[in-house]
């Protein structure tokens, strides 16, 4: 059943429940060739922790050391659109869990390139909402050669299919489950960020901000969720306490 949950994979382009659907029906399949490598749902190789998320990833198409999904990973999120005390912030955070965590993120320009490029030291897990052989955003190419190589870059999207606006948020839950620990630099009250806490939430995986000043639109989602909660990071001695 690997090869034809590939196949399906391959035809409805990593769309979930078109994926579910043809399982489901058992639709004619043939075995494909795929120049990649890739993990489904029914081998051994199967991050355990995606298995608890209600909509689990049936594939995983992925470049890199898989060995890295092994280890305690921190999930550090944040703006697209980086202030420069938000680089600063990811940048101290990154520094003092490099010991500790493989950070995960999403490869996508702001706070997520920020926590990669600073985490090359330890290691770093990108997840990304189209297939690995489109390099989304373009500015981050040469940071995609060097996870590839010495990392890891995860996507249910097999390679070829663009990054539609829809799949990051949907990658969001992947992001979340794959972190032992979800640390938010920098959100908007609406904001993707703020999507992938809800994932973790929802799979009781900690949660922790750093908190910003009064009238910061930066931090308006983070110092919402820890006035509703969440674990409050003001200091280096709150991030090495982790």
């Known amino acids: 059943m690997r090869e034809q949950i590939l196949y399906y994979a391959v035809k409805y382009k990593g769309e979930w429940k078109y994926i579910q659907k043809a399982i ?4 004619p399949w043939k075995k494909i060739e795929y120049n990649g490598n890739f993990v489904t749902v029914l081998d051994e190789e199967y991050p355990e922790k ?7 990833p049936w594939i995983l198409f ?4 898989l060995a890295l999904l092994d280890r305690k990973s921190a999930g550090i999120i944040g703006s697209r659109d980086a202030s420069e005390k938000g680089v600063e912030m990811c940048r101290t955070l990154c520094r003092h869990l490099s010991n500790k965590y493989v950070v995960v993120s999403g490869l996508a320009k702001g706070i997520d390139s920020i926590a990669h490029q600073c985490s090359l030291n330890r290691g770093t897990i990108g997840v990304i909402g189209c297939g690995l052989d489109v390099i989304y955003p373009k500015q981050n190419e040469a940071l995609y ?12 999207y097999p ?5 539609l606006a829809f799949h ?8 979340a489950a ?3 620990v979800v640390i938010v630099v920098e959100a908007k009250k609406r904001s993707g960020s703020m999507l992938t806490v809800n994932e973790a939430l929802a799979l009781d995986i900690p949660v922790y901000c750093m908190p910003h000043a009064f009238g910061d639109a930066y931090g308006e989602g983070g110092n919402l969720l820890i006035a509703q909660g ?3 990071l003001s200091d280096i001695t709150d991030i090495e306490l982790i």
């Open 24 to 27: 489901e029906a058992n639709e």
């Open 50 to 56: 995606l298995r608890k998320l209600q909509y689990a």
């Open 62 to 65: 992925y470049e890199g050391n």
């Open 145 to 156: 050669k060097t996870m590839r190589k010495n990392h890891l870059i995860l996507s249910e």
């Open 159 to 163: 390679k070829g299919v663009a990054p």
């Open 168 to 175: 990051f948020p949907w990658r969001n839950r992947i992001l």
């Open 178 to 180: 794959l972190s032992d």
């Open 230 to 232: 969440a674990g409050i």
